[in-house]
């Protein structure tokens, strides 16, 4: 029996009924490489495995050695789940922010808080935002050559000087000429720009937009999110908070150039945050003006989503709830400016009570408004005045698939501490109302068919 004595890449599950649970391949075995090569990260794993004869070395628990040939479809998954999807480490940055929110964190959280990717491998994967400062030619190279397309990038100015100073460096930072690069040879790019005031605002913010827009369509989206600080900024530079005046002056100036790309390239081309509409006590733009949401994930557009899911289910709510429910709804102070409307419409359905906790954030300083930055910490302080109650907590205040928060307190911590009964849902109208109507004895869908169709 041949043993196993070379490193290999662990496989962390196996998806059942797939090819790979068929040749019983199981979590801990070790495989070692694909068609006589071992891949470095997920993307050139997917591109060994998309033929339609492929041979694995695996390195079982046991330590034996065996090689698998597959014969199998082009398109078919081999159902291998790994832990990391860089099998060679992590890329992480190098780049000194000025207003980087990893260097504002307190001591004592998750390690894993504490780690700055700058990859390009995650961006192609996960739509993790990298600054390219961190590029080899021979990533360029991959990335040009294996047209890994969409990219999510943080530009922040097109001044290479002033990039330069952002992103903490002793030299300029020019970003167009790879840019031109990529958009040449067809990769689509989504940009982010952080607003610091005083910093790449105003004439800065007009320069940067329009230097971009001429790379449209490959460059598909500018993405303008506030800086944020938190109140552990000992020994970093110098920066402040967007004032609710500024965030008026900023839409206005926004619209206007939306309003131009709309008529030029046919999408807005430029998206702000959902907090700079917040602070200026400004309304959401139109569902369509999102032209699909392509930045989402970086709080761009939630909040129209949420009222338009809301707006689909109204009509089909229910009249009432079985039994009677007091609920609480745990939220951020934007959360809870976001939700108001839609908690008023929910408190008439009979046999329902639910109320609206605002919690400040004080664990990252009262500058900290989104609900996804919310910890354990500010929830119990909250919770211990309503022992006994039941809380619906939205799940992205949790770390992605676990039940921990921000500073590492778990649910079941939270709920022994607080003496509360805690229910997770997902940020959407739909999840709160089937959670409100499940708690009340009813389903929601059942709810639907029966609808007198009364808003």
Not at 18 to 23: D, G, Q, T
Not at 254 to 264: E, M
Request: aromatic residues 8%; glycine residues 8%; positive net charge.
């Amino acid at each position: 029996m041949k043993l196993c004595k070379q490193n290999g890449i662990l496989i962390d599950g196996v998806i059942p009924g797939s090819p790979a649970a068929e040749l019983g391949l199981r979590r801990g075995d070790l495989l070692l490489s694909v068609n006589g090569i071992r891949p470095k990260d997920l993307i050139a794993y997917r591109y060994l495995t998309a033929d339609e004869q492929v041979t694995l070395k695996v390195c079982e628990k046991g330590g034996r050695v065996i090689s698998h040939k597959i014969i199998k479809g082009c398109d078919t998954d081999l159902g291998i789940v790994f832990q990391n999807d860089c099998f060679d480490g992590i890329r992480y940055c190098r780049n000194k922010c000025v207003f980087c929110f990893v260097d504002q964190l307190p001591t004592g959280l998750r390690s894993t808080l504490y780690e700055k990717d700058d990859d390009y491998r995650l961006s192609f994967l996960h739509g993790n935002f990298i600054t390219l400062t961190n590029l080899r030619e021979s990533d360029i190279a991959r990335i040009v050559n294996m047209k890994l397309s969409p990219l999510y990038i943080s530009v922040h100015t097109t001044s290479p000087l002033l990039r330069g100073r952002m992103l903490g460096l002793k030299k300029a930072a020019a970003v167009l000429d790879l840019i031109s690069l990529f958009a040449s040879r067809g990769i689509t790019m989504h940009i982010q720009v952080v607003l610091c005031p005083d910093w790449n605002d105003r004439d800065v913010l007009e320069q940067t937009i329009s230097q971009l827009a001429t790379f449209w369509p490959q460059v598909a989206s500018v993405g303008v999110v506030p800086v944020g600080l938190t109140k552990y900024r000992q020994h970093l530079p110098k920066l402040r908070s967007i004032t609710r005046l500024e965030c008026r002056n900023l839409i206005a100036r926004v619209s206007g150039w939306q309003k131009y790309y709309r008529k030029v390239n046919g999408v807005s081309f430029v998206y702000l945050a959902d907090e700079f509409y917040l602070k200026a006590g400004l309304p959401f733009p139109f569902f369509d003006e999102y032209d699909g949401f392509p930045q989402l994930e970086n709080g761009i557009g939630l909040a129209r989503l949420f009222y338009e899911d809301f707006r689909r289910i109204r009509a089909r709510l229910p009249e009432r709830l079985r039994c009677k429910r007091y609920l609480f709804l745990a939220t951020s102070y934007a959360g809870a400016q976001v939700l108001s409307p839609v908690v008023h419409r929910l408190n008439f359905i009979k046999n329902l009570k639910l109320k609206m906790l605002s919690i400040p954030n004080t664990f990252f300083g009262h500058r900290i408004t989104v609900t996804g930055l919310l910890t354990g910490r500010d929830l119990l302080r909250r919770l211990k005045g309503i022992r006994g109650g039941e809380v619906l907590i939205p799940r992205i205040m949790l770390r992605q698939d676990t039940p921990i928060f921000l500073d590492g307190l778990s649910v079941e911590e939270l709920e022994a501490r607080s003496g509360c009964c805690l229910h997770l849902v997902d940020p959407n109208s739909t999840a709160l109302v089937e959670t409100i109507c499940r708690l009340g004895g009813i389903s929601f869908e059942k709810a639907c068919c029966s609808s007198s169709g009364k808003a």
